[in-house]
């Protein structure tokens, strides 16, 4: 099923989710490992699933599940079998899963509720809908959030920020044969979407686009990291990705993460003179990083996140969302910039 499609059907936006690593280090997770989020899949998955809860709690549409640098590979590098691999990267679906089951049933009683008592206003609204713990954006304008399993970049697997390069030396097949396995393992699981994210290369998004053709009737979005305001990572210009991309059917979206805030209007741009798809956005806070020492420098976005997001609704997103440093109140500004 084309999740994506369908709620754009009915619905002007998508609202996607924020960082999972900010909100986890928040909590005070140590997250300066190879593995990154993914190692809380094994050590403390309780505390991924309270992130998703967050963020459905803020408005998010979409959980982008915990399984960016989750491959049999790596976690085989720690000592586990390739049944314990297999079963870490499952559970990041089904972890997304769950929350977003739990989250659904309360907001919906909550709607049921406030029509039970004939809520009129705002106030009795928002009042009943806090009361039942749906947050206070229960609305029956709101679809049925859906999960996004996360599919990061070789480069990511790496862990040497060659995801914001692309220069792997690997081919085609070659790249095909890493990613293979784990879009199996994420669709297996229940994923609704596969969240094809931070590519850096065209390569790259050819050939997870030519092993998601194994599994027909999936659907997945891309999204690329991207260098300035016309080229992503590798320097290709994105108007050439888009236009490759726009000729496959399984790609439902297609769009940029992972990126300095400052670029993405041109970008969105750039994406919409190649193709009809829906372009989604989901950059970075402001802030920059820095893949070599692995921190940020400079100052998160001016004004509020969400004018930013109308801006870029205007210009033709229709999947919004934040990525590294961006949080749950990140996400609440969006909806009520733009769904409210």
Known sequence: ??????????????????????????????????????????????????????????????????????????????????????????????????????????????????????????????????????GSHASPARPRPFVAASVGPYGAYLADGSEYRGDYGLSEQQLYDFHYDRLRILIEAGADVLACETIPCLVEAQAIVRALEQFPNVYAWISFSARDDQHISSGEAVADCAAWLDGHEQVAALGINCTALEYIPSLIQEISKQTSKPILVYPNSGEQYDPVTKTWHGTACAGSYGEHARTWYELGARLIGGCCRTTPQDIAEVQAAIRS
């Open 1 to 134: 099923m084309n999740y994506i499609q369908n709620i754009l059907q009915q619905h002007p936006i998508i609202i996607l989710d924020g960082a999972m690593a900010t909100e986890l280090e928040k909590d005070g997770a140590n997250l300066n490992d190879d593995l990154w989020s993914a190692r809380l899949l094994l050590d403390n998955p309780k505390a991924i699933a309270d992130v998703h809860r967050r963020y459905f709690e803020a408005g998010a549409d979409c959980a982008i599940t915990a399984s960016y640098q989750a491959t049999v590979r790596g976690f085989m590098e720690r000592g586990l079998s390739v049944e314990d691999a297999t079963e870490l990267i499952a559970r990041s679906v089904q972890l997304a899963v769950q929350e977003r089951d739990v989250f659904w049933k309360s907001y919906m009683d909550a709607i049921g509720a406030i029509d039970a008592i004939g809520a009129t206003d705002a106030t009795s609204a928002h009042d009943a809908e806090q009361r039942r713990g749906a």
